[in-house]
């Protein structure tokens, strides 16, 4: 294509292809596993108010300004700032976004192993006949032993890497345009059914009806990572995925596209989750386990449970999946293009580097609970400081970035290759990147270091 590069890079073939490949980075445990669970710590429906609010006024710009920065460049998250910006310090974003990448894996496959456990005691029929007390002691009894969940995340990882080395194109198509739409149905289904549970009442206030003194300056801060985290923003993600975009995909509708499908997705499972949590008399604050010592008891309640929870803890591993492949590829795409080491290379030291710091998270929740930082054991320390940390510092640099340097010229060039975007539209987007997205993100850290309060 003219005026491209022949560098001979990947580039998704169809327009769907990319849509899909940047929904199935986005839909994830984050969604599922992660939403509910902080949303319940965090007081609910103030919680779900504040972060969709980030997500129209943060993560959409963001998004669009990743994407603009990849296919501009065609390189990864450090390589696009060396070709945008040549010699200037902005390429540490890209450094930001690969140490941010580790960190997040870390956790990621820990979770994903638990899915996978769980797919298993699905297929043994191992929730029924058990009382919710006897689900919770199930959960613990897993994510509490040494030697099955550290197997499970590297069994994940494994799978991870398998993907990458073969490239990520090939069966993400797939994914998106069937089983997606399937977990979506799993949903709907897991909704109808917890919502005519007795006391699901309590649930639907405690997701929809705010009550903002609830909400504390953390709660506003994770809202803010959890905008970043669940949508794949701030780390070169959807740098590295713009990377392979073609010219004729119109950019600004699959920023759309995707939050749109990210949001929704979120949102249900928060209507599935919460009814059954107040129903089955569950903390809504019991945290990383919710989901699972919650949707068990829905399961067996319902007619063809057996059925349903093996194939949702099959397609929430597969969601899990494209986003951990997505995840492993910016540390690949770095390692490959700046240090010329070839795929396979790239993606095994990733990999096993990835799993080192995996066990370590998969203990800190049994054996190694006791080694703490600032009150958080290693698994929640990697997902504090990449989702409330890394992601927001790098997207605010990335908004500044596009904002300040990039420039209102070469977006709306880059942005009506595919598409069009209306010159009020334009102006709408540029003053979210120059000013509220950086001053937004600015303010809510400056506000958790304490030298702001509100
Ligand atoms: N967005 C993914 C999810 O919600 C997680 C993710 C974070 C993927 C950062 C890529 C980058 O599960
Ligand atoms: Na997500």
Redesign the pocket.
Known sequence: MAGLPSNNRDSFGSKFGVIAAAAGS??????IWK?PYIAGVYGGAAFLFVYLGFILAIGIPIMLSELIIGRSSRSNAFGAFKVLAPGTPWRFIGILGVSAAFLILSFYGVVAGWSLQYIMLSIQDGFSSKTPEEIASLFSSLTESTVRPVVLQLVFMLLTGAIVIVGIKKGIEKYTKILMPLLVIILIFLCVKSLTLDGAKAGLEFLFKPDFSKLSGDGILSALGHAF????LGMGTLITYGSYVQRDNNLLSTAFSVTIA?TV??ILAGIAIFPAVFAFNIAPTEGPGLIFITLPNVFHQMPGGFVFSILFFILLTVAALT?SISILEVVVAYFKEEFQMNRKVATVLATVLVSMLGVLCSLSMGVLSPITFFGLNIFDLMDWISANLLLPIGGMFIAIFIGWIFGRKKVQKEVSYGGHLSGVLLSVFMFLVKFIAPIAIAIVLLNKVGLLSF
């Open positions: 986005a839909v994830g445990l984050g969604n939403f985290f669940t949508l794949s990210d997705i979120a986003s």
